[in-house]
Structure formats: structure tokens, C-alpha cells
């Protein structure tokens, strides 16, 4: 199969996963600057999920707006995953040197927040390998294009005036994603990480981005 462009998840891919504890902390601490007490961890599902009704009513219950609420949940959540790696406690794969060899058009495709994935892309010297960048505000029309709403991968493949992409991700929502946008997948499972569920049929499966030049060829 000819690819004319190769998109790619963020999270798990090209940078090391953020700590799931630590953006939980992050919501705690949203709902204490805003004067509430909330479930931090089942909020962050919530988020995780695109599931802006359920953030909505449970914002609705505690009166205040929102709106509101996902505002300052963003901005305690960009600075978290800042801080991580300012810290030293999260970094780009080495394997992304792999990337660097490959001739087509390449994007980005993630569900994090536009703000981290453009700041972490400078950070680490990325920047340059990606000509288009798509990432998910915590808004309601940014939670509705979390994957495997295919929306952001189509946006890319149509910024790329691509026909025929392939998408590179590293869990089961990235696979489904590919799939509703009607392109090819690799399912990238690396060392030591947790097994996708089993539901799923990804064109390729790769332990490393090492090997996606030879997937390209």
C-alpha cells in the first residue's frame, strides 16, 4: 500500500504518556480553586472520554458553569504536564529518530491539549518534522472530536491533501479512529506497556517507530 502522508497519535507515540495521578491531582485542584469538591479521578474519565454531558450535569449539580469548570481544569492540566517535563519526568522516545528519515508528509493527531502538544514538540526540537498539528481543547466541540471521532484525522489528511494516510497509535481508540476515517493503522505496543484490548485489527503491529521505515517502503 502507497501512503501519501503519515499521521501521528502524540502520547505513547512520539512523548512518553503523561501520569494519569498526576492530571487526576490536577482536576482535585480544580475543583478546590473553584471553591468545590468533586471525584478528581472520575472526572478525568469523564475528560478522557469526550464525555462533556457528564462533565456538564456534574457542573450543574455543584452550580457553576461549565464552561467554567473546563477553563481552569485546562490550564491546571496544560501546567502539570509542563511541569512533568521541565522536571525531568517526561520525555520524547528515542525511537523518534525513525520518523526523522521518513520522505512523506507527516502530522499530528492528538487527543491532548493543543497548548502541550505544540509546547512539547519545541521543547524536544520537534517541531520542524510536523506540518500540521492537531490536538483537543477541553471545549465542548474540542471533547466531541476525541477520538475515534475521525474529525482530526480527516482535518490533517485535508491539510496535507492526503488521500491515502497512515495513522500511528498506540491504543485500541487509535485503531477505531483510523478505521472511521477509513485509512490504514499501526498499532504501535512498546515494551513494557499494557496490551491494547484484543478487539481490535490494526493493519500493521510494531513494537517501535525503528520499524515504520519499513512498513513506508
Known sequence: MAYDAVLFDF??????????KRLSDALRRTYEK?????????TFQELMGGDFESIADRCQGLGIEADVFCAQAAREMVRTQLEEVERG??????DIAAVRSLEHPLGIVSDNHPTVV?????????????????GCPLTPDGLARRKPDPTNIEAA?????????????DRAVDVRAADNAG?????????????????VDPTYRLPSLSGLPSVLE
Open 89 to 94: 519526568l517526561r520525555s520524547a522516545y528515542d
Open 157 to 169: 489528511m485535508d491539510a496535507l491533501e492526503a488521500d491515502a494516510a497512515l495513522y500511528v497509535g
Open 183 to 199: 485509512i490504514d493503522s499501526v498499532l504501535l505496543s512498546r515494551p513494557g506497556t499494557e496490551p491494547p484490548e484484543a478487539d
Open 11 to 20: 502520547d505513547g507515540v512520539v512523548v512518553e504518556t503523561p501520569s494519569s
Open 118 to 134: 505544540s509546547t512539547l514538540l519545541d521543547r524536544f526540537g520537534l517541531r520542524s518534522l510536523f506540518e500540521t498539528v492537531y
Open 34 to 42: 473553584l471553591g468545590r469538591s468533586g471525584p478528581a479521578s472520575e
